[in-house]
């Protein structure tokens, strides 16, 4: 495989960073994972980051080197995050569980295969045009639908953040499974969270990609993001790659035949990386160990 990747998670205007992204490849597959989380003190980056890390830690140890059933494995391990969520609130004694929106996308023989639960979205840009994106799983996407808000007034409407289907509620998510949809030479697949999509529109975001490397244009989305929220930024966060392009980039291209067989390539957003200003450093040393245990649980042992 040969692509462009670049990945970055900002806090914005937040006190804390309760986004988590992590991309991972081997010679025949790859896997990236945006989370959002969502709760108070520490359970929203805790919810986010047993997201990602287990979706990254399952594709780790299955995909030797690509996996048998991309679109089966997306769900399954979506919903292992959903019960290691659960996991972690009894463990904790906690009255509900930690909730995060997840989207996800693996890609192999040349073609994608995503999932998401909530309003982190996937964007598959060709030609300068948006091919596919997800369909947020929110109260406002339900009135686009019934044609009662705009699409343009998503970002302002006041019921924005009412998410009625994510990751660790008290109900199982419904994982929405994409086709799988053959990839062409520079497509472009972006996964992000709504703080990067809900100030931007569709057409910002595909001419950005068109007119530059990822490199460039991923970081100039996100300082664009950043200027029109002002003041209410929230955290956002983006995985994007390039497939087989040809605008390359000084960095950030990556050709998958050097590496061995069994081998995987792993970049994971964690909270020794993350922003987090209002956690202790017991904290988060607690909060890793805790992570561990319930990941853990719905990990098969090692053969």
Known sequence: MRFSIFQESRKGSRKANQDRTSYAYTRDALLMVVADGMGGHLHGEVASQIAVQLLTEAFQREARPMLSAPPAFLQKSILDAHFALGDYAKARNLVESPRTTCV???????????????????????????????????RVQMLVDQGRVREEAVAAHPDRNKIFNCVGASARPQ???????????????????????????????????????????????LDLAEMRAGPDCDNLSVVAMNWEGTRRGPAGEVSTQTLALDGVSTQLGDFSKADNSDLTDQEIERAIQEIREAIRKHMPPKP
């Open 175 to 221: 994982v929405e499974l994409s086709k799988a949809t053959p990839l062409q030479r520079d497509d472009t697949v972006i996964l992000c969270s709504d703080g990067l999509w809900g100030p931007l529109t569709g057409k910002l975001i595909t001419a950005a990609v068109m007119k530059s490397s990822l490199m460039q244009a991923v970081p100039d989305l």
């Open 104 to 138: 996800a996308c693996v890609v192999q023989d040349s073609t994608a295969y995503w999932a998401h639960a909530g309003d982190s979205r996937l964007y598959h840009v060709r030609e300068g045009r948006i091919n596919a994106q997800t369909r947020d799983h929110s």
